[in-house]
């Protein structure tokens, strides 16, 4: 087993989509601090980790206090430890920014796209989050910087996994039964498949875990 697969072997890692939209410009949002973040999700969780998945269009995450990145279909970004941030369609938009009924979508697990905005050029995408024990991830979460975003859209695997998480999300508002959980599952998928691709593009010289 190599080094990676025997870390994460170990880790036991709980994730969901729990948000799907589809905004057109301009629009933004901003995330509460990560122990309400977790308690809303995930009540009892140690660490949360916050990840979107940007289908179509593009936008800007930008943390507080932190640096700001640029978002194009087919990126995943992830935050380790699920800093505050706001996430916007870039120009035009500028917090604070209205909720859009984003808190009670999320509250009635509706994974239905919430679509809103001002009316320009669209962007779709999902949001998910992993939890974990703090001790078990430390090996990994150490080494991460408190952004980083990866593109899926590279290679047939990533494909692959976007087409199945989007092919779930459909069932969902079908009601078949089980797809909630399948969907979960794609979520860890996707978050781990976004991490080693993040590993495998550190520069030679970098080092770490």
Not at 122 to 129: P, Q
Not at 135 to 145: A, M, N, S, T
Request: charged share 20%; net charge negative; glycine share 10%.
């Amino acid at each position: 087993m190599d080094a990676f697969s025997e870390i994460l072997s170990g880790v036991k890692l709980n994730g969901a989509v729990f948000f799907s939209a589809e905004f057109s410009a301009p629009w933004g949002f901003s995330t509460p601090p990560p122990s309400v973040l977790a308690d809303e999700f995930a009540s009892g969780a140690e660490h949360l980790v916050l990840y979107h998945f940007v289908i179509d269009g593009g936008a800007v995450v930008q943390l507080i206090d932190g640096p700001s990145v640029e978002l194009t279909a087919g990126d995943v970004v992830i935050f380790p430890r699920a800093r505050q941030h706001h996430m916007t369609s870039g120009r035009g938009s500028v917090a604070p920014f209205p909720n859009y009924g984003i808190s009670a979508k999320i509250k009635s697990r509706d994974l239905s796209p919430l679509r809103a905005g001002g009316g320009g050029a669209t962007s779709r995408f999902v949001c998910g989050y992993m939890t974990c024990d703090p001790h078990l991830c430390r090996p990994v979460l150490d080494g991460l910087p408190p952004v980083f975003k990866v593109n899926i859209r590279m290679d047939r695997s990533g494909q692959w996994l976007e087409s199945s998480i989007m092919h779930l999300l459909e069932e969902i508002a079908s009601g078949y039964v089980g797809t909630e959980a399948m969907l979960a599952k794609l979520s860890e998928t996707l978050f781990i498949d976004t991490f080693r691709r993040y590993i495998a593009g550190l520069p030679e010289q970098q080092t770490g875990w």
